[in-house]
């Protein structure tokens, strides 16, 4: 079993910044690729990005430019580092992870977090 945890949401002013984390713990090795997607208010999830395990990365366009994701040295944990926000990135943001990339990139993984929730606004 796979255990994520979302943190860094919140709200935020257009043009601004915020950096999403991804704990995972428990049977990580069964996990080769994670990523994110969103969901905003009265919308179908979305691909965000997504990363595997040999660094293999993918982006949606409406993010590219704006938002990276990484992991850190450890492999534990994955960030959203997103920039130049606008309103219509307000979403609740997902971590998830599976051992399928395909899987990953659908939206359709074995292993989700709770969410958290990203608000850009004046």
């Known amino acids: 079993q796979v255990h994520l945890v979302e943190s860094g949401g919140g709200p935020v002013q257009p043009g601004g910044s915020l950096r999403l984390s991804c704990a995972a713990s428990?049977?990580?090795?069964?996990?080769?690729?994670m990523g994110w997607h969103r969901q905003g208010p009265g919308k179908q999830r979305e691909l965000v990005a997504t990363i595997t395990r040999g660094g293999r990365i993918n982006y949606a366009d409406s993010v590219k430019g704006r938002f990276t994701i990484s992991r850190d040295n450890g492999e534990n944990t994955v960030y959203l580092q997103m920039n130049s926000l606008k309103p219509e990135d307000t979403a609740v943001y997902y971590c998830?992870?599976?051992?399928?990339?395909?899987?990953?990139?659908?939206?359709?993984?074995?292993?989700w977090g709770q969410g958290t929730q990203v608000t850009v606004s004046s």
């Open positions: 998830h992870g599976d051992n399928s990339l395909g899987a990953v990139v659908d939206g359709r993984s074995a292993y």
């Open positions: 428990g049977s990580i090795f069964s996990v080769s690729a």
